[in-house]
């Protein structure tokens, strides 16, 4: 029979205090980092939210209070895994080596977006770090992971492939062929479950009659443990036992990290449609950045006050590079008809033709006018 992990849940409280479970290990330098990483999120996720509300971007996937859960899963992971997305996993890719240059781009879709404009925008790829493009499409990159994952187990590769989804996704087709033959298979990866308490306006009470959310894991006879989302080092510990199994070969884990969406499902939703803003009171007082802080402040790693500086650091270095990205062309019109065939085949050499004959007769759209104030 699969039973539950025996993973502590938490092991910095709200406060900040150390709850006695054992603490990663890592070192003053490795904190600090993390919680550098944790307020990069957090900086990056406020000025592209900005940039959109002004019409210069087109979509965000807020992660506001999500930080802990995205960082704290991914920093233990080697540079050989893999890192498949469910939505607001960016900021991972940022820790694992995707420039910042090039995550702004994807979010302008400019001529240095590396999708060649081909993605919505906040929809990242990145291969330097093994971060494949993800799709809206909900729960679709389970079963891709998993393959990827069996796939790397036949080529004696030594590489986990870490999934991420919502508690959403748990309700798909995709969630359900994934767990099956991971759990058959053996195959080395790590289902990561990020309970944020809402697919977009469904409430997770919603989602499932299951008493325990690892319960989703047991079934299909994955080891589970939940996690508190909101402590990084909680996330990292969870993630470190799940790693160790997978690399043993002793198969898949299923982590639910419990945390909560402190915005809209994106820039595009409304929550005080279906959402009382009680509910999010209390989590407010769970932020993980502040949490962190605290933390590491009461250790003496951050001096009174150095968490603000490395705020002001980030905004400095994330404007100058929203600066650059707004000013760099569009992506090239001949894109439109690149990369499909080693070839540009003859009709859709003609439709292109036929476009710039209409774009010279029209001329291109037009851009708003002046530079975003940041």
């Known amino acids: 029979m699969t039973t539950k992990l025996d993973i502590p849940f938490q092991l910095v409280d709200p406060l900040g205090e150390a709850t006695g479970a054992e603490l990663p290990k890592l070192s003053n330098d490795e904190l600090r980092e993390l919680f550098v990483h944790m307020q990069r999120v957090r900086t990056v996720d406020a000025r592209m939210l900005k940039l959109q509300r002004a019409g210069r971007v087109g979509f965000v996937g807020a992660t506001v209070g999500q930080e802990a859960s995205m960082i704290g899963t991914a920093a233990p992971l080697r540079d050989s895994d893999w890192l498949w997305s469910g939505l607001r996993e960016g900021g991972a890719a940022l820790m694992r080596g995707l420039p910042l240059g090039e995550y702004i781009a994807q979010m302008y879709c400019n001529a240095f977006d590396t999708a060649k404009g081909r993605q919505m925008c906040n929809h990242f790829q990145h291969k330097g770090s093994n971060y494949p493009s993800w799709s809206s499409v909900i729960g679709t ?59 977009i306006s469904v409430p997770s009470a919603a989602q499932t009659a299951a008493r325990k959310w690892t319960d989703k894991g047991i079934a299909y006879g994955v080891p589970a443990a939940e ?20 690399r043993a070969g002793e198969g898949p884990t299923l982590l639910i990290v419990k945390t909560y969406r402190m915005m809209g499902h994106s820039s595009s939703d409304d929550p005080s449609v279906y959402r009382d803003e009680e509910e999010v009171a209390p989590w407010k007082e769970r932020d993980p950045v502040e949490r962190f802080a605290k933390f590491l402040e009461g250790r003496g790693i951050l001096a009174p006050g150095e968490a603000a500086g490395i705020e002001k650091e980030i905004t400095q270095e994330t404007d100058s590079e929203i600066h650059k990205q707004e000013a760099a062309p569009g992506m090239p019109l001949r894109s439109l008809v690149e990369d499909v065939y080693s070839e540009v085949p003859r009709h859709l050499m003609t439709q292109y033709n036929s476009f710039i004959e209409t774009v010279e007769r029209h ?10 104030p940041l």
Request: hydrophobic share 45%.
């Open 363 to 372: 001329g291109e759209a037009q851009k708003g006018d002046g530079a975003f």
């Open 141 to 199: 990159q389970i079963p891709h992971g998993v393959g990827a994952a069996f796939a790397a187990k036949k080529q004696g590769k030594d590489e986990v492939h870490t999934i991420y989804f919502g508690d959403g996704a748990t309700s798909s087709n995709g969630f359900h062929s994934g767990m099956t033959f991971a759990a058959v298979w053996k195959a080395p990866c790590v289902f990561v479950c990020i309970h944020n308490g809402w697919a």
């Open 227 to 246: 996690v508190d989302g909101n402590d990084v080092l909680a996330c990292y510990g969870a993630m470190e036992a799940a790693l160790e199994r997978a």
